[in-house]
Structures are given as structure tokens and as C-alpha cells.
């Protein structure tokens, strides 16, 4: 029958936590607790005695916390208990007298004022970690924000060139510049809705708080528009519907980043703000309206040109015209409008509930 033995064990302290060491080689079946503020031990191991099992029990001083947190090795099984209150302790035990097979552990072992100067330091250390994540994110938040200025700048300067030019030509042309507008203002709204693209990315990496399904709806559709439909096709061209696409895509835009510029630096006009959330109650209806009178006029051209035909098995016959994509893409955009007005009318809702609530 195996006798029961004690370890050595040695401790130092912190203003913060207790440290043992137990002197016990390859330790086996570890039972180690804290309750009533008295540490309980039990273990296997190759200690003083030799293979066997070992125990002890450690009544502390002052009070500490009952997590207690151990590491074995091969050699030692080392020990951090957390005390209660923060405090620098005369002495580790309960009774002045301390148990024979304690010890201090040299290798750990502070007095007060190394102690101190080591809070001290650590807390330096803290404090100037801290302040490196905040400059840190500080600069971070300052590259975002210059960034989104930058972007929604540009955006706003090419809309606005594409709205004022389009308004000049309709004053001083008339009706005649209906007809010539793909030709004068494709190549800037090219370059818009290339750019456009950024939003939805900067929605997904969460760059800005948005929702990516609603941006992503209308980047794609728009290009769609654009890309495939207008530019695409010559003989769309010189139809009438170009003008009120880019027209009413760019009075949105015009009120759209101006707000979000003056949001990048923490600026805020009503005016803006209220265009901003009113102004795409009638445009973007009247938007997609627009859009879909291309799509539907582009339909047969589609089907004479048999451009974008889409091949098909042999027993189906040589191909389809792209048109069929067209009839198919109809019915999405009425849903692709219902998701945005239903996500745009709910940021009005939120916004101006928002500033009636501090208004009060």
C-alpha cells in the first residue's frame, strides 16, 4: 500500500497573483482546487520520496479567487492562484508558522518595491500598447475616411458634369439633344459606373455600414443597362430613353454623395439630408421605368442581330437570341426595384424617426 507524502513546493507573489512551484517529476492524475480560501493538491509523480502519491494543503493568508490555473512539465507542476484583492501579503500561509515543505522560490522571488517597479513597468508597457492601437486605428480611421471623401468626391464631380451638360444641351438643343446623348455623355458615365463598383466591395469587406444585396442589385443593373443594353448596340444609340436613363440616374446621384462626403467629415445640411432620403421616392421608380423601355426596345434588335445568341443542342435547333434573356430579366428588375425602395424607404424611416426622437 503506497504511502501518502508531501512535495516540495516553493512560492513568490505579485500584487496580483500567488506562484508554486511543486517539485514533482512526471505528475500524474492532477487534483488541484481552491475552496475557504485553502489550496488542495493531489497528485502521482517521482518527488522527494519517489514514485508515489503526494499531497498537501495550503491555507492562504488573505482571500483569493477560486479559479486556479496549473501547467505540468516534466520536471514541476507550476501553480498561479489570483488573489481576491490586489495587496502585497507578509507572508503566504494562515498561521505564522510556515509548513515545512514550503519554500520561497528564489528564482521568483521579488520584494515589494521590485515588485511595484514591475507594475509599474508592465503598466507602461500596457498604457503604450494602447496608445499604439489607438494612433493605430486612428490612422486607419483617417485613411478610410480620406479615401470615401476621395471616392464620393469623383463621383459626385463626373455625376454632376453629366447632369449640368445634359441640361444645357436640353435648353439650348431641345428636343434634338434627346437623340445625340450616348454619344456625348457615355464615356463619363462609363467611368461612373465602372467606379460604382467600389461600393458594393467596400459593403462587403465593411469599409462602410451598408447592406451589400441592395448595392449589389443596383451596380449590376445599372451596368447591365449600360454595358449590354446601350453600349452594346449601335442602334440603341440615338434613341430618346438614353437621355432619360443617365438623367434620372444622375439627379439621384447628385444629392446621393454630397451626403456621404460631408459624413466623412462629420458634417452634416439638412438640406442634403433630406434630398438625399426623398429625392429617389420618384426618380428610381421613374429610373427603372426608363430601363425598361430600353430593355424592351432593345428586344428586337437583339433578335435581328442575333448578337449575344445563346447556342443550343442540335435537337433544339442552332441557338436562341439573347432576347429570351431579356424577357426573363424584366420580370427580376420589378423585384430588384421592390427590394431597394423597401431598403431605402426603411433608411428614410430610421433616419428621420432618428432625429425626431432628439429633436424631443
Known sequence: MQQTLTPHVYWAQRHEDIYLRVELIDAQNLDISVHDNVLQFRAQGHGARGQNDYEFSLPFLNAVKTEVSH????RQVNITVRKQLSGWWDRLTLQEKKPLFLAPDFDRWMDES???MELREKEEKKNRLNME?????????????AFLFT??????????WIFINMTIRLFILGQDSLYDTFYTISDVMFFCQILASVEVLNAMFGVVKAAVV?????VIGRNFILFIILGSLQEMHNKPVVFFVFYLWSAIEIFRYPFYMLGCIDTEWKTITWLRYTVWIPLYPLGVLAEAVAVVQSISVFD??????????????SSASFSCVLYIYLPLMVIGLLINFRHLYKQRRKRFRTKKRKSN
Open 71 to 74: 501547467r505540468s512539465t516534466q
Open 114 to 116: 521590485d515588485a511595484e
Open 133 to 145: 492601437a489607438r494612433l493605430s486605428e486612428d490612422s486607419y480611421i483617417t485613411l478610410k475616411k
Open 151 to 160: 471616392y464620393n468626391l469623383v463621383q459626385f464631380l463626373g455625376f454632376s
Open 214 to 218: 441592395p448595392a449589389f442589385i443596383q
Open 304 to 317: 435581328q442581330s442575333r448578337l449575344f445568341s445563346i447556342p443550343l443542342p442540335e435537337a433544339l435547333g
